[in-house]
């Protein structure tokens, strides 16, 4: 058909570069001059290729390129890198299309809403759906409690100046931990407390010392999926962060950033035992979803809703009402559900492979952290093997992992943790990735001890 021929022959006059973004294809009349057909003809195949998003028209001008996805500007070429560094969700399963739908619906519900600035602690109709939607994460809480944030980091950032009914200033987090909170913390000038974390949880009676001997208002903890550790606290561990919270008034940050990715329906998040107010859950939607829709949302007590509120209000107003609405449309229609199930699954494989691979290769004065889900775990190295050394000399073995320093809080500073990511390294090349972590630290060892025998 030559309406089909004339949407082939502009697609690769796009891709090879003839028809650059922002050019003006042929006016429909030219062309079927050209082309000795009907002016409709044309018309269909422009119509079909603006339907695509590969070209825009406008009105009395005629049809324009649109400027092409990064993935058909840089081409899909096959890639050597074993990325362990990234951790945003996994590309190859990222509902973007589904997504896509939802926000082009959202385009139309919500039209009027965004000529208008909107609700500060987000659209009342999403509110009432996350509340729906956290009760399957054992968080039972009124659509009138929660916040919905332009990510969840907005709400830690904004948590750690807010006054606490305790009168007190300092925060207590894990170390290591999530390095844009680290950041938040030194911005923001508090005093803060650190307490160890490893592969092995916490020690709850240091825990119990810092809470009852400093001025601490709130400690942060990522309670599952821990980031860089991976490690989840058990449910007795849950229960009693909580009561030794209560017993010397001090709040919780619980960071559930990941919870949607635990398949264990019987892990209670901490909020679970004190919904009244004691912890503040805050959730995100990126490392499940899609990271650039910039939403999560905080659980918060009613103490904190007004000057909640006024600081979200200073900070911007309100999140993007596009997004919330397409997020809401895709909560409602189940899509988050579907989407969750396959997202468990893949990241289960993903970090038994990793578990695997790091008892056959690695050796064994280097530790490992990994949980049995979630994105990110740790390698522990061997002394004197430096982290910065080792990130070094993978570079160009195309292996990239992260440095676990901006973890920690200055004083708790080291350089012997590397953090890995699996939610963008392929099933098939975690192993292999490893292996060259493996070889990575004998050598750099090896050659070491060779230095100082010579
Ligand atoms: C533990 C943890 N909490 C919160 C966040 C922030 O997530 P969001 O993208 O929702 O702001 C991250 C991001 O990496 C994280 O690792």
């Known amino acids: 058909m030559l309406y089909t021929r004339i949407i082939q022959d502009i697609e690769e006059q796009i891709d090879k570069g003839r028809l650059k973004p922002g050019g003006r294809l042929p006016s429909i009349r030219s062309l079927s001059d050209q082309l000795a057909c009907s002016r409709n003809t044309v018309l269909k195949a422009y119509e079909e290729l603006e339907k695509k998003h590969l070209v825009y028209s406008v009105a009395k ?32 399963v990222i509902p973007y299309r589904e997504f896509q739908h939802c926000l082009n619906q959202a385009i139309e519900t919500y039209r009027e809403d965004m000529f208008t600035y909107s609700d500060t602690l987000g659209l009342p109709s999403l509110r009432t759906e996350l509340a729906r939607h956290l009760r399957d994460l054992q968080v039972f809480a009124p659509p009138s409690r929660l916040a919905v944030v332009s990510g969840s980091q907005q709400a830690l950032h904004l948590l750690v100046s807010l006054p606490f009914p305790n009168g007190r200033r300092g925060i207590c987090v894990e170390q290591p931990t999530h390095p844009a909170m680290v950041e938040s913390l030194r911005q923001q000038g508090v005093p803060v407390h650190g307490i160890e974390i490893t592969g092995a949880g916490l020690d709850l009676d240091r825990l119990e010392r810092l809470f009852r001997d400093e001025d601490i208002k709130l400690f942060y903890t990522v309670s599952r999926f821990h980031n860089p550790t991976g490690y989840s606290y058990t449910n007795a561990e849950k229960r009693r962060i909580v009561e030794l919270a209560e017993k010397h008034d001090v709040y919780l940050i619980e960071d559930d950033y990941m919870g949607d990715l635990d398949s264990d329906a019987k892990q209670d998040p901490m909020f679970a035992y004190e919904p009244s107010g004691r912890v503040i859950y805050t959730k995100s939607f990126s490392k499940v979803m899609l990271p650039g829709i910039r939403l999560g949302l905080a659980v918060l007590p009613d103490f904190l809703l007004g000057p909640f509120e ?4 200073a900070s911007d107003l309100h999140s993007p009402v596009l997004t919330q609405g397409a997020l809401e449309i895709y909560l409602r229609n189940g899509l988050f559900a579907a989407h969750i199930q396959r997202m468990r699954s893949l990241y289960r494989r993903k970090a038994l492979l990793l578990q695997e691979a790091c008892r056959k290769h690695l050796p064994a004065s280097a530790s490992f952290s990994g949980a049995l889900s979630g994105f990110y775990s740790t390698i522990g190295l061997p002394s004197p ?3 910065s050394q080792l990130i070094e000399y993978l570079k160009p073995k195309n292996v990239l992992v992260d440095n676990a320093r901006k973890m920690f809080l200055p004083e708790w500073a080291r350089d012997n943790l590397l953090r890995l990511s699996v939610s ?24 070491r001890t060779r230095v100082r025998f010579i």
């Open 424 to 447: 963008q390294v392929e099933e098939a090349r975690i192993e292999e990735g490893i292996h060259r972590i493996a070889e990575g630290i004998r050598e750099l060892l090896g050659s």
């Open 61 to 92: 001008s005629g049809y324009y390129v649109v400027e092409a996805p990064m993935e058909r500007r840089t081409g899909t070429g096959t890639n050597d890198v074993i990325d362990f560094l990234s951790a945003g969700p996994d590309k190859a």
């Open 385 to 387: 093997l430096q982290a």
């Open 310 to 313: 006024a600081a979200k209000f």
